[in-house]
Nanobody, 120 residues
Framework: QVRLVESGGGLVQAGGSLRLSCAASGSISSINTMGWYRQAPGKQRELVAV???????NYADSVKGRFTISRDSAKNKIDLQMNSLKPEDTAVYYCNADVATYDSFSRIYWGQGTQVTVSS
């Protein structure tokens, strides 16, 4: 069984910063892409940023230049540094990982989500 645990959400004023973290645990043999998605009320879940096993990032246009995703493969962990936050960044942020375990092929796992609220 694989578990993704997020931390670091909260309330911040526009222009402020937050750092989200996600750690994967369990019988993990390898992790391919890891990333962050978000879902605002009444909207579909959308990609925020992903990072490959090799460390190559990819960002949604709406967060380019403001958010930075990083990865510590030894710890099965990713972080999302969010700067210059805007009210439209308000959403529940979900960690996502493509994980292979010792008894199964790779599949997608999701964290429970962490709330980010940006006040104007």
């Amino acid at each position: 069984q694989v578990r993704l645990v997020e931390s670091g959400g909260g309330l911040v004023q526009a222009g402020g910063s937050l750092r989200l973290s996600c750690a994967a645990s369990g019988s993990i043999s390898s992790i391919n892409t890891m990333g962050w998605y978000r879902q605002a009320p009444g909207k579909q879940r959308e990609l925020v940023a992903v990072i490959t096993r090799g460390g190559s990032p990819n960002y949604a246009d709406s967060v380019k230049g403001r958010f930075t995703i990083s990865r510590d493969s030894a710890k099965n962990k990713i972080d999302l540094q969010m700067n210059s936050l805007k009210p439209e960044d308000t959403a529940v942020y979900y960690c996502n990982a493509d994980v292979a375990t010792y008894d199964s092929f790779s599949r997608i796992y999701w964290g429970q989500g962490t709330q980010v609220t940006v006040s104007s």
